[in-house]
């Protein structure tokens, strides 16, 4: 019912296969995150990207997108392995972490997340990222009359302004990750800015905290919006803007991130060194 064409996915197998299927999910750019998954696949992980709007027979942008699109993917992904991780950047880390609120997964990942579920626009309309059988789910509004003073354009303050007007619709838009079951990596640059991802991921620790659930939360405090894995290049693409941090502070918060990535891929360590 929610199949992705064969155009707007790509399946990166391993070799050397460790057990664990990984969903991958790009942010705003929209893109299939093919080096990224080869990445995780040369340690051992079988990873499927897809791209989850703009696609075929999917929606045009990221507004009422169903939740049910990613809960297929960890459905297919489940019959061919013993563990499923979810793996999201930026809007991407938003389905990451809904999608493991609605169906257990083994664990996630979400770099430069938000803790809660944010607006999208189509045709004029306003409406959540996302449904889930067939409602939307609540979001947190844009501050009205927002503009930014900086070119490229900072959304930070739109994000920090849009939390402290409304904090009603913030409550109820808040990610119940509490109900994750698997382990949660959270992977987050002080100098983002996008929005606030820090803050954020602080708040899902938080939570997860409160209820005894294991979380690792990664972080630099010169590090933006756009963390770099060792192996990787940096990424380019997606709707201008000012995205902070450096591209070696960016790698430096890529590569503490990645022994926890290791951990929870289940790879020992010694068979995931990367060189660059």
Do not use: K
Request: proline share 9%; charged share 20%.
């Amino acid at each position: 019912m929610f199949a992705v064409a064969p155009e707007d996915r790509h399946d990166a197998l391993p070799a050397d296969p460790c057990g664990t299927a990984v969903l991958l999910l790009a942010g705003s750019s929209g893109r299939v995150e093919r080096e990224r998954a080869d990445l995780l696949a040369a340690h051992g992980a079988r990873v499927r990207t897809i791209r989850w709007f703009g696609g075929a027979g999917q929606r045009p942008a990221p507004h009422e997108v169903p939740l049910e699109l990613f809960v297929e993917q960890v459905d297919r992904l489940r019959a061919e392995c013993e563990r499923v991780l979810v793996f999201g950047t930026s809007f991407g880390a938003e389905p990451a972490l809904c999608t493991a609120c609605v169906t257990p997964v083994d664990g996630v990942i979400a770099f430069a997340p938000s803790s809660v579920v944010w607006p999208g626009v189509l045709d004029g309309d306003w409406s959540s990222h996302w449904t889930h059988r067939g409602a939307p789910l609540p979001f947190v509004p844009f501050a009205p009359g927002w503009q930014p003073d900086e070119e490229p354009p900072s959304f930070r303050s739109l994000y920090e302004e849009s939390l402290r007007r409304a904090p009603e619709s913030a409550a109820a838009a808040r990610i119940p990750v509490e109900q994750i079951v698997g382990e949660v990596v959270l992977v987050a640059g002080d100098d983002d800015r996008v929005w606030p991802a820090a803050e954020f991921a602080a708040r899902i620790r938080a939570s997860r905290d409160e209820h005894g659930l294991r979380t690792t939360l990664v972080s630099r405090p010169d590090a933006g919006h756009r963390a770099i894995l060792p192996g990787e290049q940096p990424a380019f693409g997606g709707v201008g803007m000012a995205h902070g941090g450096t591209p070696e502070a960016d790698a430096a918060l890529g590569a503490a991130a990645w022994p926890h990535i290791v951990r929870l891929l289940g790879l020992q360590p010694e068979s995931a060194t990367v060189s660059d």
